[in-house]
């Protein structure tokens, strides 16, 4: 096996062409002249995942025998997308796959595009994910993901009449050749029930859960390979099982639909990324979710620590586990819970155990993402949990009295559990007491986490406060995602960009050359007819690949203003078609991204691009000097195809609201400029590429901030001082976007 990646020779060529002739043979039951694009990829990615297995095993042992430290990362989002690709990539078999399947009369490119993309995630918190996953492993750490095993992701976007349509994104529909399921595994996890206050044999105070109802959490585990195929870790996903096919007590009374409906509710807790949380009953399926992603996993992590250990006393300096932003917060009690009620260490020492393992990464500043649960929510899913959460809540406000002494306001700004109506657990608060590091994801959010989020928190420890700035991962979003720059980029300075991104700091004395500079823009070209084929397939609108590729992709979200995007489009248009103002260069406005189903105004955002888009691509007189294009259904396997060929890339934020971002680093790593606002990573990545090679406008986070404070921001008067915005909003208001839907978009003219 480790000779095949030496690339070619008539051995492992052969070899991998007998491996994928074994599995369409006895894994599909058929002949290779009656196959599918799906069954070929099928067979290709079993062959693939022979030798991740191997590699996966080798891996284990290896670190068994160094007594390694292990990293979990626990994450209720990987937004991993396809994996195919990124496997023969890091494993170096592409070349050797592509010449292999040739050989047969195939072609590697329809393989790879009869991949789905797992549905794990929704955007950059998970894709952040995916790619330290690929970090960790190329950088051979021992490092995993937990998460949930999905059945459906968040959902499949189609755009009817110009609105989003939601519906079900089955990922697994067809099954799935990129996991391992570990049914051998299995862990009981308990949810529910009451406590009873009871003494030990000591007469110390002990309580007990009781009454729980019983889930099972069965693991798959997905390889993840670093690059050079050295290292293999795994992402671990759990799927919920009822705890027996059917209660037979129920059964066997003749209640066969009731037995059947428990089993089905059980088996929901692990149906879909995001059950809507507008209602009591969602609001219950999400807390479920969230700590059955953390139960399975500390089950597990202890489990396999106890495998070589006899006490706790290693756990912290052999365990180290990562909290991906506040949904898998409750880990802090689950943690204390495990330590104390079922391994009988006394509360200090298990509380040193647990702050000592756990760190925590806050990803936003926004009100509506930090995370609160209803006290009585709460005591009824998870009655023990909020118990311990109630003590570490008065131990913790103990200290903070004898820190600040009679300060009220303080405590309540600091609480764990607050005591205004209605009561709440603040889930970021919990995180932060119950870590040892606490970090935000960019220069600017953590400096805003320090002094406008939690201030309290960072005068009590400023030890605990760090950043570390999102990043990427070149092998997906360049190697793999842009081949023909890579070969590029190799060709000019050599290969060690692909681990050490540095080292493209070499390309700079080669930048001036002529045929670098005409190179660059061929490819440059050969992408934007990529992505102009896959615009004609899936909006049949045209688009010229030599006209600027102005590109806007991400959540649709008021903060990330794709409104202003379309402000600026409309008023374009207008200075077109009232006063005969081309734009500089003819320009092709391209948008992708899902709205959260219950976020309406998101939705509206949606259907005006839409509508602006059809007028200005429908009328004469634009000559096609301006397109706009809308691309639905978002999702990694498409933005491979966008940031490649995306000239100019907007990250137009309001300052102080994107905590990094990461599209506007892989817009970077393929030559788009960036036009932004200094928001998130938007000021590194100016720091990086010089200010003269980044368009920064807009008022910036300490500005915006005083505007607030000083109360005296007045949208109206920009209204009656500036005649542009004035007629683009009266254009809004007069229905000149639509004329068939009278009153649409007032709303937008009302709001601002």
Same mark, same amino acid.
């Given at each position: 096996?480790?000779?095949?990646?030496?690339?070619?020779?008539?051995?492992?060529?052969?070899?991998?062409?007998?491996?994928?002739?074994?599995?369409?043979?006895?894994?599909?039951?058929?002949?290779?002249?009656?196959?599918?694009?799906?069954?070929?990829?099928?067979?290709?990615?079993?062959?693939?995942?022979?030798?991740?297995?191997?590699?996966?095993?080798?891996?284990?042992?290896?670190?068994?025998?160094?007594?390694?430290?292990?990293?979990?990362?626990?994450?209720?989002?990987?937004?991993?997308?396809?994996?195919?690709?990124?496997?023969?990539?890091?494993?170096?078999?592409?070349?050797?796959?592509?010449?292999?399947?040739?050989?047969?009369?195939?072609?590697?490119?329809?393989?790879?595009?009869?991949?789905?993309?797992?549905?794990?995630?929704?955007?950059?918190?998970?894709?952040?994910?995916?790619?330290?996953?690929?970090?960790?492993?190329?950088?051979?750490?021992?490092?995993?993901?937990?998460?949930?095993?999905?059945?459906?992701?968040?959902?499949?976007?189609?755009?009817?009449?110009?609105?989003?349509?939601?519906?079900?994104?089955?990922?697994?529909?067809?099954?799935?050749?990129?996991?391992?399921?570990?049914?051998?595994?299995?862990?009981?996890?308990?949810?529910?029930?009451?406590?009873?206050?009871?003494?030990?044999?000591?007469?110390?105070?002990?309580?007990?859960?009781?009454?729980?109802?019983?889930?099972?959490?069965?693991?798959?585990?997905?390889?993840?390979?670093?690059?050079?195929?050295?290292?293999?870790?795994?992402?671990?996903?759990?799927?919920?099982?009822?705890?027996?096919?059917?209660?037979?007590?129920?059964?066997?009374?003749?209640?066969?639909?009731?037995?059947?409906?428990?089993?089905?509710?059980?088996?929901?807790?692990?149906?879909?990324?995001?059950?809507?949380?507008?209602?009591?009953?969602?609001?219950?399926?999400?807390?479920?979710?969230?700590?059955?992603?953390?139960?399975?996993?500390?089950?597990?992590?202890?489990?396999?620590?106890?495998?070589?250990?006899?006490?706790?006393?290693?756990?912290?300096?052999?365990?180290?586990?990562?909290?991906?932003?506040?949904?898998?917060?409750?880990?802090?009690?689950?943690?204390?819970?495990?330590?104390?009620?079922?391994?009988?260490?006394?509360?200090?020492?298990?509380?040193?155990?647990?702050?000592?393992?756990?760190?925590?990464?806050?990803?936003?500043?926004?009100?509506?993402?930090?995370?609160?649960?209803?006290?009585?929510?709460?005591?009824?899913?998870?009655?023990?949990?909020?118990?311990?959460?109630?003590?570490?809540?008065?131990?913790?406000?103990?200290?903070?009295?004898?820190?600040?002494?009679?300060?009220?306001?303080?405590?309540?700004?600091?609480?764990?559990?607050?005591?205004?109506?209605?009561?709440?657990?603040?889930?970021?608060?919990?995180?932060?007491?119950?870590?040892?590091?606490?970090?935000?994801?960019?220069?600017?959010?953590?400096?805003?986490?320090?002094?406008?989020?939690?201030?309290?928190?960072?005068?009590?420890?400023?030890?605990?406060?760090?950043?570390?700035?999102?990043?990427?991962?070149?092998?997906?979003?360049?190697?793999?995602?842009?081949?023909?720059?890579?070969?590029?980029?190799?060709?000019?300075?050599?290969?060690?960009?692909?681990?050490?991104?540095?080292?493209?700091?070499?390309?700079?004395?080669?930048?001036?050359?002529?045929?670098?500079?005409?190179?660059?823009?061929?490819?440059?070209?050969?992408?934007?007819?990529?992505?102009?084929?896959?615009?004609?397939?899936?909006?049949?609108?045209?688009?010229?690949?030599?006209?600027?590729?102005?590109?806007?992709?991400?959540?649709?979200?008021?903060? $990330?203003?794709? &409104?202003?995007?379309? =402000?600026? @489009?409309?008023?374009?248009?207008?200075?077109? %078609? /009232?006063?005969?103002? *081309?734009?500089?260069?003819?320009?092709?406005?391209?948008?992708?991204?899902?709205?959260?189903?219950?976020?309406?105004?998101?939705?509206?955002?949606?259907?005006?691009?839409?509508?602006?888009?059809?007028?200005?691509?429908?009328?004469?007189?634009?000559?096609?000097?301006?397109?706009?294009?809308?691309?639905?259904?978002?999702?990694?396997?498409?933005?491979?195809?966008?940031?490649?060929?995306?000239?100019?890339?907007?990250?137009?934020?309001?300052?102080?609201?994107?905590?990094?971002?990461?599209?506007?680093? $892989?817009?970077? &790593?393929?030559?788009? =400029?960036? @036009?932004?606002?200094?928001?998130?990573?938007? %000021? /590194?990545?100016?720091? *990086?590429?010089?200010?003269?090679?980044?368009?920064?406008?807009?008022?910036?986070?300490?500005?915006?901030?005083?505007?607030?404070?000083?109360?005296?921001?007045?949208?109206?008067?920009?209204?009656?001082?500036?005649?542009?915005?004035?007629?683009?909003?009266?254009?809004?208001?007069?229905?000149?976007?639509?004329?068939?839907?009278?009153?649409?978009?007032?709303?937008?003219?009302?709001?601002?």
């Amino acid at each position: 096996m480790a000779g095949e990646q030496s690339m070619h020779g008539e051995v492992p060529l052969s070899a991998l062409q007998a491996s994928i002739r074994h599995y369409v043979r006895y894994a599909l039951g058929k002949e290779w002249q009656h196959l599918s694009g799906a069954e070929l990829f099928r067979a290709v990615a079993l062959a693939v995942r022979d030798r991740l297995v191997d590699r996966m095993l080798a891996t284990e042992a290896r670190y068994r025998q160094a007594h390694a430290k292990r990293l979990y990362y626990l994450s209720i989002e990987f937004l991993m997308g396809r994996s195919l690709s990124n496997n023969l990539y890091n494993l170096g078999l592409f070349d050797l796959c592509q010449e292999a399947l040739r050989t047969l009369g195939v072609d590697l490119a329809m393989v790879e595009e009869s991949e789905r993309d797992a549905a794990l995630g929704n955007g950059g918190l998970g894709r952040l994910a995916a790619c330290f996953l690929d970090s960790l492993a190329t950088l051979d750490m021992p490092g995993y993901g937990y998460g949930i095993h999905y059945e459906y992701g968040l959902f499949q976007q189609e755009i009817s009449n110009g609105y989003q349509q939601e519906r079900p994104d089955h990922w697994l529909a067809a099954g799935t050749t990129r996991e391992i399921e570990r049914i051998d595994e299995a862990c009981l996890i308990p949810v529910y029930g009451r406590n009873e206050h009871a003494l030990d044999r000591d007469g110390q105070y002990k309580p007990m859960w009781l009454d729980w109802k019983i889930l099972i959490g069965v693991p798959y585990d997905m390889p993840i390979v670093g690059y050079g195929g050295r290292t293999v870790n795994y992402l671990r996903l759990y799927s919920a099982r009822s705890s027996a096919e059917f209660d037979m007590q129920i059964f066997n009374a003749g209640d066969y639909i009731k037995a059947v409906e428990q089993k089905i509710a059980s088996e929901t807790i692990t149906k879909v990324l995001y059950p809507s949380d507008t209602v009591e009953a969602g609001q219950e399926l999400r807390l479920i979710q969230e700590y059955f992603l953390v139960a399975c996993a500390i089950r597990d992590i202890v489990k396999r620590y106890l495998q070589t250990h006899t006490t706790f006393d290693a756990f912290s300096s052999q365990v180290a586990i990562q909290l991906n932003d506040t949904h898998p917060a409750v880990t802090v009690a689950e943690l204390m819970r495990v330590l104390i009620d079922e391994n009988d260490l006394p509360w200090e020492r298990a509380w040193e155990i647990t702050q000592a393992t756990l760190g925590y990464t806050n990803h936003t500043l926004m009100p509506e993402a930090q995370e609160r649960w209803s006290i009585a929510l709460f005591e009824h899913v998870l009655p023990r949990h909020l118990q311990i959460i109630g003590e570490i809540n008065r131990r913790f406000l103990d200290y903070v009295t004898l820190v600040w002494p009679g300060e009220h306001e303080r405590l309540q700004r600091m609480a764990i559990l607050t005591e205004s109506e209605p009561k709440q657990v603040r889930m970021g608060h919990l995180a932060i007491v119950g870590s040892h590091a606490v970090n935000g994801v960019s220069a600017l959010h953590t400096e805003l986490v320090k002094t406008a989020l939690v201030p309290d928190f960072f005068q009590l420890w400023p030890e605990r406060f760090n950043n570390k700035t999102n990043g990427i991962t070149q092998r997906r979003w360049l190697l793999q995602a842009n081949p023909l720059l890579a070969q590029c980029l190799t060709n000019t300075i050599g290969d060690a960009w692909i681990t050490d991104l540095d080292a493209l700091q070499a390309l700079e004395p080669a930048a001036q050359d002529a045929g670098l500079q005409q190179e660059f823009r061929r490819i440059k070209r050969a992408n934007k007819e990529r992505l102009a084929k896959v615009i004609r397939e899936l909006t049949r609108v045209t688009v010229d690949p030599d006209a600027l590729f102005d590109v806007q992709v991400k959540r649709i979200h008021e903060y $990330k203003r794709q &409104l202003l995007n379309v =402000l600026h @489009i409309i008023h374009e248009y207008l200075c077109l %078609i /009232e006063e005969h103002q *081309a734009p500089t260069v003819p320009r092709t406005y391209i948008f992708a991204g899902k709205a959260a189903p219950g976020y309406w105004a998101a939705k509206q955002i949606i259907k005006l691009i839409n509508n602006v888009g059809r007028v200005i691509n429908t009328d004469a007189r634009v000559h096609g000097q301006l397109r706009v294009v809308f691309l639905p259904d978002y999702r990694v396997s498409l933005a491979e195809k966008i940031i490649p060929a995306a000239d100019l890339s907007e990250q137009i934020s309001t300052a102080g609201t994107e905590a990094s971002g990461t599209s506007n680093m $892989k817009f970077a &790593l393929n030559g788009a =400029l960036t @036009i932004g606002t200094l928001d998130g990573a938007n %000021i /590194e990545i100016r720091e *990086a590429v010089g200010a003269e090679n980044i368009f920064i406008f807009g008022l910036q986070a300490q500005e915006i901030h005083t505007l607030h404070a000083q109360g005296i921001y007045q949208p109206r008067e920009h209204y009656v001082r500036h005649p542009a915005l004035q007629r683009v909003l009266d254009a809004l208001y007069a229905d000149r976007f639509c004329p068939h839907e009278p009153g649409l978009f007032r709303w937008i003219y009302h709001t601002l």
